[in-house]
C-alpha cells in the first residue's frame, strides 16, 4: 500500500460525458502527478500540482482539466469523452517539488475509465 | 531527458539473480538512472535509481557502468511476486518530476 488513494476504482460512461477523478496523496506530500496509461500510448504523464500550483504539464488534452485543492487532494476532470480516452488513470504524489535526485514518486492503485 | 533502450522480455528462475539491462547511451552528467516496476495494471512502484555509483537497498542493486552508458538492475533472488514490467528511465536533474515511461521489460518469474 503506496499510501495513495484514488476512487472510484473503476467508472463507465459514456460518450461526450463528463467524469471527475479523485486522488489522495500521502500524508504530507506536498507534489501529485497524474499518468495515463492505455493500451497504444503506454504510460503518459499528464500533469503536476505542487502544493496547490501547476508545475509541470506533459500530454493533457484541451478536454481534460485538473486541480489540487488547498488540502492537498487533487481532482482530473475529463470533459467530452471519446472512445478513446479509455483507460487507467494512475495519481502519484512525492514529498518534493522535482528534482533528478528526488524523483521517487508513489503511485496509487489507479481509477480504469471505460467510455462506451 | 535520454531515451533508454531495454529487451522487451526476460524471464528468470525463481530463486535465480534476475539481471535486466538498461541502454542509454545519450546520457549526460547531470541525469540519474530511475528504475521502476509494475506489477500487472496496478499502479508503477519505486525500486531505486543512481547517478554514477552503484547502489544497493532492501529491493534491488542498482549497476551503472563507468562511462554511464548502461545500467543493470539486479533483483538477486528473484519470486513469482517479482514478475512485472520494469522500467528504466533516465531522468535530468532540473526535470520537474514528471516521469517519462517507454515500454519497459517485462520479466517472468518462473517456479
Known amino acids: 500500500d503506496s499510501g495513495v488513494t484514488q476512487t472510484p476504482k473503476h467508472l463507465i460512461t459514456a460518450t461526450g460525458q463528463r467524469v471527475t477523478l479523485r486522488c489522495s496523496p500521502r500524508s504530507g506530500d506536498l507534489s501529485v502527478y497524474w499518468y495515463q496509461q492505455s493500451l497504444d500510448q503506454g504510460l503518459q504523464f499528464l500533469i503536476q500540482y505542487y502544493n496547490g500550483e501547476e508545475r509541470a504539464k506533459g500530454n493533457i488534452l484541451e478536454r481534460f482539466s485538473a486541480q489540487q485543492f488547498p488540502d492537498l487532494h487533487s481532482e482530473l476532470n475529463l470533459s467530452s469523452l471519446e472512445l478513446g480516452d479509455s483507460a487507467l488513470y494512475f495519481c502519484a504524489s512525492s514529498p518534493w517539488p522535482s528534482g533528478g535526485a528526488y524523483n521517487e514518486q508513489f503511485f496509487g492503485p489507479g481509477t480504469r475509465l471505460t467510455v462506451l | ?111
Open chain 2, 1 to 111: 531527458d535520454a531515451k533508454t533502450t531495454q529487451p522487451p522480455s526476460m524471464d528468470c528462475a525463481e530463486g535465480r539473480a534476475a539481471n535486466l539491462p538498461c541502454n542509454h547511451s545519450t546520457i549526460s552528467g547531470n541525469e540519474y538512472v530511475y528504475w521502476y516496476r509494475q506489477i500487472h495494471s496496478q499502479g508503477p512502484q519505486y525500486i531505486i535509481h543512481g547517478l554514477k555509483n552503484n547502489e544497493t537497498n532492501e529491493m534491488a542493486s542498482l549497476i551503472i557502468t563507468e562511462d554511464r552508458k548502461s545500467s543493470t538492475l539486479i533483483l538477486p533472488h528473484a519470486t513469482l511476486r517479482d514478475t512485472a514490467v520494469y522500467y528504466c528511465i533516465v531522468i535530468r536533474g532540473s526535470t520537474l518530476g514528471r516521469l517519462y515511461f517507454g515500454r519497459g521489460t517485462q520479466l517472468t518469474v518462473w517456479p
